[in-house]
C-alpha cells in the first residue's frame, strides 16, 4: 500500500456514516482549504451513496475496503464507541493519520497504545472534541487570567440533553454506550481546558438504565493539584443544558451553550460581581470548522517534518480525559430508579 502523499491537498476518507458526520463533521471537512473527501465508507450500501450524493465523493461499501484505497491521506473515524481502538488501530498501521470521534476509546490502556502508535509513526491523531476550538472558551480563560473574577476557586459545569431513541447506539453497551462517555466527556474536559491535567476524582454517582444496561446520568466532583474544585454533570434524561460557570474569589463567569453552540450564535458570557454585572458578546464561530481545520494544519505541518509537534501535549491531554472518565465509571455510586445497585 502506497503511503500519503507529500503535497496537495490532504485526501481524506471516512470511516462510518454516522449522523454526527453528516450534519457536522463532513460539511466542515468538505470546506477546510487544503482537504478533499475522497469516500466514504459504510457496512451499508444505502448510507455510503446517499453520503457520496452529498459530498461529492466515492461511495464504499464497507470498512476494510477503505483501507484498500492507495488515493487517502488521512481518515475521519465516525464508527460506534467500542469499534474506535481497532479501526484506529489499523489505520495507523496503514500509514493513514486519523481525526476520530470523541471517545477516541473506551479504556485508557486502549488511548495510551493509539496514541504511541502514532507516534511511533510520524503520524497525526486528534480526537474530535469541537468545542475546545471554539474562541469564546480562549477569551473566557483571557478574562480570568486578567483576575476579572479574582481567583478561581470552583467550576460548575453541565451538559445534558432530553431522552434519545430507543435505538440509538447510545444506549449500547456492547458498542460503548452511555452517557459518561457521551456527554461526561466535555465537562470533565472543560475541567481540565482551565485547571490542566492534575486533577482527581473525589466522587462520582451514575444512574444506570437496567434495561439498557448503560449509565444514562451522572455527577462527578474533581479536585485540582493547586486546590480548586470541580462538579460535573451529565446525561440524556433531562430538558437541555450546555453551560458551565467559574468561581473566583471576586466574581462569578458564566456561559450557556458552552459545548453546542450553533456556527451563527454569538456567544454570550456573564460576570456578576458584588455590585456589579456585565454581559459580553463574542463573534460567532463555527467550532467543528475550526476543529477540521486544526487537523488538516497539522497533517500538512507533518508532511515537511515527518512528525506532529504537538502530539506530545495532546496525547497527554487525551489520555487524562480517559483516566478521569475511567477512574468516575469504577469508582461511581450506582443507582437504579432511586435504589443503590
Sequence with gaps: MDSPH??????????????IAWRRTLPALRDVQDSTVVAVASRERDKAERFAARFDCAAVHGYERLLERDDIDAVYVSVPNSLHHRWVNRLLMCGKHV???KPLTTRPADTAALA???ADRGLVLRENIAFVHHGLHRRVAELVGAGRIGRLRHIDAAFCFPPLPGTDVRYRADLGGGALLDAGLYPVRLAQYFLGNELTVAGAVLREDPA????????????????????????????????YTLWGSSGRLSVDRAFTPPPTMAPLV?????????????????QFARSAESFVKAVSRSRSSGSDPDHDAWAATALRTAELLDRIATSAHRVVAGKQV
Aim: no cysteine.
Design 270 to 286: 456573564r460576570i456578576d460581581e458584588q455590585d456589579h454585572a456585565e454581559e459580553i458578546t463574542l463573534p460567532a464561530e463555527h
Design 212 to 243: 439498557a444496561g448503560v449509565d444514562v446520568a451522572g455527577s462527578a466532583v474533581l479536585a485540582a493539584a493547586t486546590g480548586e474544585t470541580v462538579t460535573v454533570t451529565f446525561g440524556f434524561e433531562h430538558s437541555y443544558g450546555s453551560s
Design 116 to 118: 504511541e502508535l502514532a
Design 99 to 101: 481525526l476520530a470521534e
Design 6 to 19: 507529500q503535497s496537495g491537498p490532504v485526501r481524506i476518507g471516512v470511516l462510518g456514516a454516522s449522523s
